[in-house]
């Protein structure tokens, strides 16, 4: 009987520790920005689209992408979305294989 409530103290204290450790780290890793920095960080993330992986009807992975900012599909290597969201798709290595 002793054992227990000894065992539960001790897990009591444990618990404390590692709460405390965590509250400090969450606190250390705080980031503060400018308004204009998360602004141009906000444009970044809605010129990305989103890929998602799906099961086609022969259950093969099929490859769709979505807009960010209304989250309507869009078709591979559209520029600009029903919702006038233009879309940066960066470069790509297949682009430039076998040009000649």
């Not at 010129?47 to 086609?56: A, G, N, T, V």
């Amino acid at each position: 009987m002793i054992l227990k409530i000894l065992l539960v103290i001790i897990g009591i204290i444990l618990g404390l520790v590692s709460s405390g450790f965590c509250q400090s780290a969450k606190a250390r890793d705080t980031i503060t920005m400018t308004l204009e920095d998360y602004e141009h960080m906000g444009e970044i993330l809605h010129s990305l689209p989103i890929r998602e992986r799906h099961k086609s009807l022969k259950w093969k992975d099929v490859a769709l992408y979505r807009c960010p900012k209304c989250k309507s599909y869009v078709a591979e290597w559209t520029e600009v979305c029903e919702c006038g969201n233009r879309l940066d798709w960066g470069e790509s290595e297949d682009l430039s294989v076998n040009k000649n």
